[in-house]
């Protein structure tokens, strides 16, 4: 800041004026190009958390701003007494990507309003008990707060929904255990991503479709963070082969246009009826026009298969470092483990080094950059890994 500034600082104007929710921000952004962005000093950084797993095709890219502008530009708003072309297509094209047959989409604006609208679908069937679990995270309103199992989210606002039970994530006999005949849904991740990119051991979730089948339950994959594209595929439970009944999508779903759906498979996209649910914005042509230029994009570009080759490549040289302990994920959803609690000193060290990553526990570190990051991004940031360990943790 200059000293004939008569503005005060930035961090004094959003301290002033932003309620203090996340804590004081560490950087004003200004614009950014592919996985590259610039603040408002003109320092470039490589980003490699993406808006955290949201800007799938990274920023500005002119496919998504193309058809931004031109949805806008011709009709940008409509509330859903009325349908559009875009919504249709859109959810046509979800249910083609999902592929387990006939289904129904809800749209909506966020992760956490999908999630509450499938909570909200659940009740329908008669039954109130979720089982859920611990690790998990699936939004902050206050019925997917309810299906989140992290207490210092939780105790704060407390009641929440209740007939909730958690369960160890990964573990299918504590998860046969807790579902009974009066289970509603079972709700889990197919890659727990807040919890720093927690991969399930093999055959859990087809054991959770096992277990569902038998009490009559809803199986429910949360593929917020992990659908897309993100791990390599449209959607990351398909790795496992098994169907779910509902699967909540949204952060790169528009590559940061904000939207949220929720499908619905076979006979539970019957349980909600009209009146049951409703939005203002939800299923906005721009929104929806958005996310087919992201999925069209993915595909033309041939974005899986890179995101596959990329992910290895990123896992394989992190790991090379003996200060990482372990490194988790697929695709390029990417969680490490340090061998001290330092994530935080290691995320300041990589932003001084033009690199942004996110710590989301003390000692993990979680990497979701945009699917179109570059090989040449890759060997940058690898490269730049040991100093940017020693700045934190000092030699090895
Ligand atoms: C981010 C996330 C949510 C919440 O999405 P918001 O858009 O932040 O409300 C829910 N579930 C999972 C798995 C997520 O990663």
Known sequence: MSGQDTQPAWQERYAESLMNTFGPPKLTLARGEGAHVWDTDG???????????????GHAHPALVAAVTEQMSTLGHVSNFFATEPQIALAERLLGLLDHGPGKVFFTNSGTEAVEAAFKLTRRTGRTHVVAAAGGFHGRTMGALALTSKEAYRT???????DVTFVPYGDADALAAAVTDETAAVLLEPIQGEAGVITPPDGYLAAAREITTQHGALLWFDEIQTGMGRTGRWLEHHRSGVVPDLVTLAKGLAGGFPIGAFVALGAAGDLLQPGNHG????????????????????????????VTVLGQKLRDG??????????????????????????????????RAGFIVNNPTPSRIRLAPPLVLTGDDVDAFL?????????????P
Not at 156 to 162: I, V, Y
């Open 43 to 57: 320092k470039e950084y490589v980003d490699l958390l993406g808006g955290i797993a949201v800007n799938a095709l």
């Open 156 to 162: 704060p606002f407390e009641p929440l929904p209740g």
């Open 279 to 306: 939005t203002t914005f939800g299923g906005n042509p721009v929104a929806c026009a958005a996310a087919l230029a992201v999925i069209d994009t993915i595909e033309a570009e041939g974005l899986l298969e890179h």
């Open 318 to 351: 992190l790991l090379a470092d003996p200060r990482v302990t372990e490194v988790r994920g697929e695709g390029l959803l990417i969680g490490l483990d340090l061998t001290a609690e330092v994530s935080a000193d290691v995320a300041a060290a990589a932003l």
């Open 383 to 395: 490269s730049a890994w040991p100093a940017v360990l020693d700045d934190a943790m000092g030699e």
